[in-house]
């Protein structure tokens, strides 16, 4: 049986048919770092084997330095890299032989100057740093065009495509029915339906930025 084993030794045993990996939620290994999704990857079992496989988390899995793309077989000696974490592959057998491998305690070695410190055992993965989207560009597309019909262009931008399109065409039906009506009663009824409008654009553009303040992981914190 594998288990994996957290820089700070802590040991998770993968005897369930399925664990999960993810920064929030319950009945999940938890794994507090910003760079992790609430629901990042997952092991299951899949006949005789432990097959880890990518949740499409936004910042990937890395296994062994490589991004994961399909589902990877794991084996005794994989690292996984989600976020700032790494996780070691172990089987539960392999314990004792570990600790005979292990070299006897030697004294610590004078401390180099900065410019030689070594460099760190797993680096991580240059993808990481791919910038979060911009929270002001999708509360701009929202306030902007909602002035003139199309209010819901933040939404889609936010990765929200059914809520933004059912915003956009509601919007523009109630502003093609209101220009009806404001023609028909020679522009007495915009005293009200601007108003309206404005209070909608408002509306939405508050909701929009406490969504997308409630995803640090795609807009920044």
């Known amino acids: 049986m594998l288990k994996l084993i957290a820089q700070d030794g ?6 369930r048919p399925v664990t999960t990996i993810g920064r929030e939620g319950s009945d999940i290994l938890l794994l507090q770092d910003d760079m992790v999704s ?20 936004t ?11 399909a589902p990877h077989t794991l084996r005794s000696g994989d690292v996984i890299q989600i976020g700032s974490s790494s996780l070691t592959v172990r ?16 004294a610590a070695p004078a401390p180099l100057p900065q410019a030689h410190q070594p460099a760190p055992l797993y680096a991580a993965p240059a993808s990481y740093a791919r910038p979060p989207k911009d929270r002001s560009i999708a509360i701009i597309l929202e306030l902007l065009p909602g ?14 495509m059914t809520t933004g399109v059912i915003i956009l065409v509601t919007d523009m039906a109630f502003n093609c029915i209101f220009a009806v009506i404001g023609t028909a009663t020679a522009g007495i009824t915009f005293c ?26 795609i807009f920044g914190p």
Request: glycine share 6%.
């Open 147 to 160: 002035f003139f019909a199309f209010l819901g262009i933040g939404w889609i931008y936010a990765g929200q």
């Open 59 to 69: 910042n990937g899995t890395f296994v062994n330095g490589a991004r994961l793309q």
């Open 91 to 106: 089987a539960e057998e392999e314990k004792a032989t570990r600790v005979m491998r292990e070299p006897p305690p030697r």
């Open 192 to 217: 009200f339906t601007v108003p309206l409008q404005l209070v909608a654009i408002g509306l939405s553009t508050y909701l929009l930025y406490q969504h997308t303040k409630n995803q640090p992981d």
């Open 10 to 15: 802590t040991e998770y045993p993968l005897t």
């Open 38 to 57: 609430r629901r990042h990857a997952k092991v299951e079992q899949r006949d005789d084997a432990l097959v880890l496989v990518d949740l499409d988390s």
